[in-house]
């Protein structure tokens, strides 16, 4: 098992420079049923986690495991098709393992998708909504431990969490922001830990993305979320059962929704 520290980066780093003759500018990481997101890279050069040394593989459906590296309207990207969770067992360090590499391949915009739980009614399942700011609450923080001064910050300021830039650009695009509250999982929330989120100030319930926004601002990375609001969280119909499958089958039919968004941004990024 590889500790996911620097020296196992520094491996992995230099198997994928060898691999990919370009440097990304943009990273975009799909979560569960987005996928097929990544047909919108053009050029690609395709990498499979089992290949790449210390990478870790995904056990979450939904989740290929495949490494994408191409261009989008002309920017060079790499596309993660796929994460792994804190959920699946794996800890901090690995959860963030392919933000790190991510940060030390050069990329400058980091773009994480996921599913998330509507916690504000005035969401529909299937919108896509700009995460403005996070609540972690999963206990745990993947900067803990002793800090190696090369490779991020000790104490990042998170104040801009989500680059002001992007998210003028999602409202230029017409999508709603919210906030979105990291749960450990995998069980879905009570619709009493829904209401506390709703206390606290979220819209979106999740299972992942904030350890690697976190990571990658420590790394000085740009940072946008985009939530696939898939279900309205637990509670909120009092008659509905959430399911992992209905999760995936509604985000699957907003996938193309959240390409249009991603090429709308990278056409953006690209006039900057
Ligand atoms: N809660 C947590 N994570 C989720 C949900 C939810 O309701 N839907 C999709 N991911």
């Not at 001064?149 to 017409?174: C, Q, S, V």
């Not at 299972?207 to 637990?234: D, K, W």
């Amino acid at each position: 098992m590889p500790n996911y520290d620097y020296h196992d980066a520094l491996e992995t780093l230099n198997y994928m420079k060898r691999i990919i003759p370009f440097t990304p500018k943009t990273a975009i990481v799909a979560g569960s049923g987005l996928a097929d997101v990544a047909d919108m890279v053009e050029g690609a050069i395709t990498l499979y986690a089992h290949m790449i040394p210390n990478w870790p593989g995904s056990t979450a459906p939904g989740h290929s495991g495949r490494i994408i590296a191409g261009t989008i309207h002309g920017r060079p990207v790499i596309f993660l098709q796929g994460r792994v969770h804190f959920y699946e067992g794996y800890d901090m360090k690995a959860v963030t393992f392919p933000t790190r590499i991510i940060g030390m391949l050069g990329v400058k915009e980091y773009i994480a998708t996921n599913a998330s739980g509507a916690i504000n009614t005035s969401y529909t399942p299937g919108e896509i909504v700009a995460i403005r700011d996070h609540i972690n609450l999963m206990g745990a923080n993947p900067l803990t431990g002793r800090n190696n001064d090369d490779w991020n910050e000790r104490f990042p300021d998170m104040t801009h969490a989500y680059d002001p830039g992007m998210l003028k650009i999602f409202d230029g695009l017409g999508l709603k922001q919210g906030i979105y509250a990291a749960m450990h999982g995998p069980s879905f929330e009570t619709p009493a830990e829904v209401n506390m989120l709703r206390i606290l100030g979220a819209d979106l319930v999740g299972m992942s993305t904030v350890p690697e926004v976190i990571t990658a601002n420590a790394m000085g990375m740009r940072v946008a979320g985009l939530s696939c609001a898939a279900n309205m969280a637990a509670g909120v119909d009092p008659d509905h059962t959430l399911t992992g499958q209905e999760v995936l089958e509604v985000v699957s039919k907003s996938a193309l929704k959240m390409a249009g968004i991603i090429t709308a941004l990278i056409d953006r990024l690209n006039q900057e």
